[in-house]
């Protein structure tokens, strides 16, 4: 489940799983080919997947509206299936920029491959991808290949072992394992939230202005040194480099005021912090100093955000033994 072992066949009904996302370093510049460094959440969302008697089920034409990661997946893996019906339960906020919708695109890519006789890691890596990006039509695969692994992922920046090499046919991206430091962390959702691809676009416009280039290669070198300072546990320096890379967050101009109060709220208790994920709205991430994570979430709750302290997840997609009762649903944005 971690990192390396394959998706095994399974027969329907099956349910699948995966867990959230925290972007520490390098959104955004991931879109662009630079470095960033993820780690899987212990926020997980499970899908349970079964046959459906309705058999229009999977023909609806408004699907691709309504339910667009559902769609993707539906068209690039389940060609010729029979009608399912997925049940969905889920702790990882929606449109919150904690990998809502890579863990959803994730688990089900999982549960459709077990259901065509398996997969390995590095073909769900790539499904998972193909499935969130169908339905985004913009970005990376940082958030999918941090679902898919489980624990801290760097993505064409240093590492250990490679894990996944992925392209959407005009750019490429390496990933690698990054040593886990075990450190707890505090995310906090702002209660705003905000769309992916509109965030990526407005990015994108602000970068082909002449300075772009210049911005984008200070965004590479900071995830590089943030990566470096994470696998040799200095806690200070990570922090410091979290809260340059909100600067740089700030200047392209996905910061948002309630993400600056939500920063300015937990300061007392951490060592740095940044928003995660798309911006402009959505999520926080801080390091909290050593035991003081509670402290943390509750300056946070008292400054109206929904705080997590939250652990790195090792385990990255997988099979479940059983489906959930639940009621069903598709996250429209991550
Ligand atoms: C969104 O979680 C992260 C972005 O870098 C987009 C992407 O990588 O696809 C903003």
Redesign the pocket.
């Known amino acids: 489940m971690s990192g390396s072992e394959p998706i095994p066949p399974a027969n329907l009904p099956l349910a699948a799983r995966a867990p959230g ?1 925290c ?1 520490l370093f ?6 662009h080919g630079r470095a ?1 460094l993820l780690l899987a959440i212990d926020l997980p969302l499970q899908v349970g997947i079964s046959p459906s008697a309705r058999s229009s089920l999977n023909r609806d034409s408004a699907a691709p509206d309504t339910n667009p990661y559902f769609h993707a997946a539906l068209e690039r893996l389940w060609t010729g299936g029979p009608p399912v019906e997925l049940h969905v339960t889920s702790r990882i906020p929606r449109a919150a ?1 904690l ?1 809502s919708s ?1 863990a959803f695109s994730a688990a089900l890519s999982a549960g459709f491959s077990a259901a065509r006789g398996g997969v390995d890691r590095a073909g769900l890596a790539e499904r998972a991808f193909s499935v ?2 169908g339905a ?1 039509g ?6 999918t290949a941090a679902v898919v692994a489980g624990g801290y992922v760097s ?1 064409n920046g240093p590492g250990e072992s490679e894990l996944f090499r992925l392209t959407d046919g005009e750019r490429r991206w390496t990933v690698r394992r990054v040593k886990d430091p075990s450190w707890s962390w505090v995310v906090a959702y702002s209660g705003i939230p905000r769309s ?1 691809a509109s ?2 676009r407005a ?1 994108g416009e602000r970068l082909s202005a002449p300075d772009g280039e210049a911005l984008l290669d200070r965004f590479h070198a900071l995830a590089e040194a943030g990566i470096r300072a994470v696998v040799a546990e200095d806690r200070a320096e990570v922090g410091r480099l979290l809260d340059e890379n909100q600067g740089l967050l700030a200047q392209v101009g ?1 910061s948002h005021p309630r993400l600056e109060a939500l920063l300015a709220a937990a300061r007392p208790a951490v060592v740095g912090g940044k928003l ?4 402009a709205g ?1 999520s926080v991430v801080v390091l909290p100093m050593p035991g003081r994570e509670l402290e943390a979430a509750r300056r946070i709750a008292r400054a109206g955000g929904l705080p997590f302290v939250v652990r790195t997840e090792t385990n990255g997609a997988s099979l479940v033994a059983a489906p959930v009762e639940e009621t069903g649903g598709d996250p429209s944005a ?1």
């Open positions: 996302k972007i390098g959104e955004h510049a991931v879109v960033e920029g990998g890579a969130e990006r985004q913009v970005g990376s695969p940082g958030d993505v992916t965030a990526v990015v996905v995660t994920g798309a911006g959505g991550s």
